[in-house]
């Protein structure tokens, strides 16, 4: 008696269903993706130094000198906390987008490498990223912030409200440093090199001519005016019937003695010192930009919370 299991013909029926028949084979597990490079994820690189290059975009033209050497100090010492942010060049090379006092110090300090971030950005990119973070920053001249805000409208075609909006100011704060551009060179050097303050240069563009500009301004620097007489000394040149006003002003110059005490204060913190007085009577101005100023100020007026006393 033949069974099922040795019929021949039913072994090849078998045979014919298995092979019309997918197999079910088990499903094999997908390989494991390959980790991305540290570049994608936005971790920090060790990047060495000399491979990096200055920002072509960088709208800061003037670095403290006594703060960069702290940095410098803390560098050496500590390192780079905050890393940088590059962009990659052809030839291996990278471009900086942010960060330039870190990198300045890591040279001054010896330093073989930093840590960078590296992000994929085209030109136009590295330029807002570049011009948007200096403005977020409290330490630059003001030429400097009316220069970044002028590139940001010209390259980007951006509008005071839309710059307003991404550098976390208001839009009369921006309309007030673009207008400095309308000053005469000269005079947009004095107020660079801090000789004549934004308030002093607000005053100044009341004036339609950059030579009665350019004169006033003079003036300002002669007498050592204060915002308030430099606004109504230009209000007097405004309105012809202020002229007494104005020679009121003009025949008010500085005590030398006033001048030279002024000037004392100047050299010994470092800082634009300004002494209004009137008779014997009066106020002594000082400006400051950031905590370091502010601490160089008490130490010099003998600050002594470090040992207790209130």
């Known amino acids: 008696m033949t069974t099922a299991a040795n019929d021949p013909k039913r072994r090849a029926l078998g045979k014919g269903l298995e092979s019309l028949l997918p197999s079910r084979t088990p499903p094999t597990a997908p390989a494991p993706a390959a980790p991305p490079p540290a570049a994608a994820t936005g971790k920090p690189l060790e990047i060495a130094v000399e491979q990096i290059d200055r920002n072509p975009f960088q709208t800061r033209t003037q670095f403290d000198e006594a703060k960069l050497a702290e940095l410098t100090a803390s560098v050496t010492a500590s390192g780079v906390v905050q890393p940088i942010v590059v962009r990659a060049l052809p030839g291996g090379r990278f471009q900086l987008i942010m960060g330039e006092r870190r990198w300045l110090a890591s040279q001054r300090a ?9 992000r994929e950005v085209s030109d136009g990119q590295a330029m807002e990223m570049t011009i948007v973070e200096n403005l977020q920053r409290a330490d630059l001249n003001p030429m400097e912030q009316a220069r970044a805000y002028q590139r940001l409208s010209q390259d980007f075609h951006l509008t005071q409200e839309q710059m307003a909006t991404r550098t976390g100011k208001d839009r009369a704060s921006v309309s007030n440093f673009l207008r400095l551009l309308k000053l005469p060179l000269a005079v947009q050097q004095n107020v660079e090199s801090g000789e004549i303050t934004f308030g002093h240069a607000r005053a100044l563009l009341a004036l339609e001519s950059p030579e009665a500009i350019a004169a006033a301004a003079q003036k300002v620097l ?6 308030r007489s430099t606004e109504s000394y230009v209000q007097g040149l405004l ?28 050299r010994t913190l470092g800082l634009k010192v300004t002494i209004e007085d009137k008779k014997g009577k009066g106020r002594v101005i000082i400006e ?23």
């Open 239 to 266: 309105h012809p019937e202020s002229k007494a006003k104005v020679a009121k002003i003009e025949a008010v110059a500085q005590d030398p003695n006033v001048r030279e005490a002024q000037d004392q204060l100047r």
């Open 222 to 227: 002669t007498l050592h005016l204060s915002v």
């Open 288 to 310: 400051y930009s950031g905590v370091d100023d502010f601490d160089a100020i008490l130490t010099a007026l003998g600050d002594r919370r470090e040992d207790g006393v209130a």
């Open 110 to 118: 010896g330093k073989a490498t930093i840590p960078a971030i590296v």
